[in-house]
């Protein structure tokens, strides 16, 4: 009777190494010798106790001629068991891809590409360094099971003794000379092929071909060619095995190096070193690009920053806090507050339609423009964003923006601003302000005090870039002393997840609920107000919205 036909799989290679649980029924009929069932290509041989490496063809190869036949019933199991090792293996790999898939920046994909190695490994601890090739950063350490100490103390080993540290360097295994086989050979003899997955002799040849791709220390205290403070950190942090990997991917080739570390001398398995392949390949993708998408983001919040305001101006009688977040994308929203002649002082917000570099780059036109609008005619704030209208409609016909500008009078009695009020019994309150201000299309300031808290009544007007001609008229208000004058951008109502009118109600009673002893600092205001309106923090990587949030304590 014939032997039945070996069922072929679509997707699985019939060359692939067994799955390390798969037990194949000539294992015990095998001859002692480790060399036995070496194939004819010369690929590596099987060691003694190994799964083996083939399909069943090759039977006749790996048996002594004495050995009985495997019956037809044995075959099917053995290619039933192997077939569901692999579907197994599949699994596991599927589920731990899926879970790297929904990391969203670099230090979790980081964090679950260290968690699911050491899972396919069979470690408990390991480290990853990024620090990509091309040089443009970021670098960093991250640990598994070791805190940021032990870290230190990993990296106080000299470079050309750590693995991982060789992988980013591009350096050849340790001992390796390309051109001397007796290095190879004694380094096969430490290092059989089911420790480092490569044939005796192999290891010379791959240095002379390039940087190594993995180094396996399967046994660091007995190791004696390893650097004498590598065995002594190991044995002080209770490793005893290391197995480091590079992580590389296009464009930028090397990104960093994993190693994961053992309690006991050990090195991953054939079948272990097979699925952490396969599954680095696809981590180095995805970390490939959110280093692109990290780099793309601190490329945009680093021009944005640099077209806002680098400090805040100090202005006698009031002082100034702001809390601003630009989203992911980064958006136009901006503020700006600048001293004016004769002690006055100009405060501005405003937002531009879109997201990205050209909204943070059309958002820098329009705030410098409003700035040399402001110095000329800042007494009158609709002037100032009239002109500016106009400037937005002739130059970026194909966006819209809001804006709100306040022009805060000198104190009075300074010079230039208004002659002093009389006060009660002859005493003059020097902080009176007044200030004037005009929106367009912008969200209505909040005034904060010890007697209200209450939204200023600005007029309805519509944004920049809507309308032929814009027009709205001014509104005045006096804050007296101990006041605080709010401007936000409607970022901050959108956060919240609610409907604006009740976004609205939620602000006014953050800004209420500021406490008494806080109300004359600033900063303590602004603080209580974030917190209060956006729990889960002004950074929220899930939100595509920009927050600013100005505030200006005027002095009693």
């Not at 579907?87 to 969203?104: G, K, N, P, V, W």
């Not at 051109?179 to 092929?193: E, I, K, S």
Request: net charge negative; hydrophobic share 40%.
């Amino acid at each position: 009777m014939t032997a039945p036909h070996v069922p072929k799989v679509a997707g699985i290679e019939p060359a692939l190494p067994a799955p390390t649980h798969t037990v194949d029924p000539r294992v015990g009929k095998a001859s002692a010798d480790p060399t036995v069932g070496t194939p004819s290509d010369g690929s590596p041989p099987t060691p003694q106790g190994a799964p083996a490496d083939s399909a069943l063809d090759t039977a006749s190869d790996a048996a002594p001629d004495d050995a009985p036949d495997i019956s037809a019933v044995d075959q099917l199991v053995a290619v039933q068991d192997r077939l569901a090792g692999w579907i197994s293996d599949l699994s596991t790999l599927h589920d731990l891809t899926e879970q790297l898939a929904r990391t969203r920046t670099v230090e979790d994909a980081l964090r679950e590409l260290l968690r699911a190695g050491a899972s396919l490994v069979g470690a408990r601890r390991g480290l990853v360094a990024l620090a990509p090739a091309d040089g443009f950063g970021p670098e960093t350490t991250i640990g598994l099971g070791l805190g940021h100490a032990e870290i230190g103390t990993i990296e106080t080993i000299p470079r050309r003794a750590l693995s991982y540290a060789r992988i980013l360097d591009g350096l050849p295994e340790p001992g390796a000379t390309g051109d001397d086989t007796r290095t190879g050979a004694l380094d096969d003899a430490r290092h059989p092929a089911g420790d480092t997955g490569r044939p005796p002799g192999a290891r010379g040849a791959a240095a002379a071909a390039g940087p190594c791709t993995e180094i396996s220390e399967p046994d660091i205290p007995g190791e004696k060619d390893l650097d004498p403070r590598l065995r002594e950190v190991a044995a002080r942090l209770g490793y005893a095995a290391s197995y480091a990997v590079p992580l590389t991917a296009d464009p930028i080739g090397r990104t960093g190096a994993a190693v994961w570390l053992y309690d006991e001398p050990a090195a991953p398995t054939e079948r272990q070193r097979h699925l952490i392949g396969l599954y680095r390949a696809h981590a180095a993708e995805h970390l490939a690009r959110l280093l692109e998408l990290h780099r793309t983001r601190q490329a945009v919040r680093i021009l944005r920053e640099e077209l806002l305001p680098h400090r805040l101006p100090r202005v006698p009688g009031v002082r100034l806090a702001v809390r601003h977040s630009s989203g992911p994308r980064g958006g136009g929203d901006w503020y700006d507050a600048l001293p004016l002649p004769d002690g006055a002082l100009g405060l501005a917000i405003g937002s531009v339609t879109g997201s990205g570099p050209s909204a943070v780059a059309a958002m820098g036109r329009l705030r410098a423009s409003l700035r040399a609008y402001a110095v000329m005619e800042g007494e009158d704030p609709v002037a100032v964003l009239s002109d500016l209208e106009l400037l937005l409609r002739l130059t970026e016909p194909a966006r819209s923006a809001t804006a709100l500008f306040a022009f805060t009078e000198p104190p009075p009695g300074a010079p230039g601003g208004p002659p002093a009020p009389p006060m009660p019994d002859g005493i003059t309150d020097p902080f009176a302000r007044k200030v004037v201000l005009a929106g367009a299309g912008h969200c209505p300031p909040l005034i904060l005090g010890e007697l209200r808290t209450e939204y200023v009544e600005t007029s309805l007007s519509a944004p920049l870039g809507m309308l032929a001609c814009w027009e709205a008229p001014s509104v005045e208000i006096e804050p007296t002393g101990g006041e605080t004058l709010l401007l936000y951008s409607d970022g901050l109502l959108h956060r919240t997840g609610e409907p604006m009118d009740r976004a609205f109600t939620r602000l006014h009673a953050a800004a209420a609920g500021v406490p008494r002893a806080a109300r004359h600092d600033p900063e303590a205001v602004v603080d209580h107000i974030v917190r209060t309106m956006l729990p889960q923090g002004l950074d929220d990587p899930l939100s595509e919205e920009d927050v600013v949030l100005l505030a200006a304590y005027f002095e009693e």
